[in-house]
């Protein structure tokens, strides 16, 4: 499986980003076997974890962080996942990253492939 992540960019304290991650490769119609996941990484910070989505899309889990900021979402239809990210902080400034991996629950798992990362840029 394949993953391409993309929709970063800069933006001001408040504003909103839409990220995409398209999967691709694999046997057909297997994205929706996997929990997806989104994960970031600051400059000298270990990456951490922001939401993951069950298999369906009925289940998510959001990092305190992040909760009532963003929103994890997928279209398995079109094999991809998004993250809504709105009211933006300075902190919020990473490289984001999605993942597919094998279900351990209903939103934990073990993640097996990335993506390239997005670069998101918060400005005060």
Do not use: H
């Not at 994960?39 to 009925?58: H, I, L, N, W, Y």
């Amino acid at each position: 499986v394949q993953l391409q992540a993309s929709g970063g960019g800069l933006v001001e304290a408040g504003g909103s980003l839409r990220l995409s991650c398209a999967a691709s490769g694999g046997t057909f119609n297997t994205f929706n076997t996997y929990v997806m996941g989104w994960f970031r990484q600051a400059p000298g910070k270990e990456r951490e974890f922001v939401a993951a989505m069950s298999r369906s899309g009925d289940s998510t889990y959001n990092t305190d962080s992040v909760k009532g900021r963003f929103t994890i979402s997928r279209d398995n239809a079109k094999n991809t996942l998004y993250l809504q990210m709105n009211s933006l902080k300075p902190e919020d400034t990473a490289v984001y990253y999605c993942a597919a991996g094998r279900p351990q629950g209903v939103v934990r798992a073990t993640y097996d492939y990335w993506g390239q990362g997005t670069q998101v840029t918060v400005s005060s």
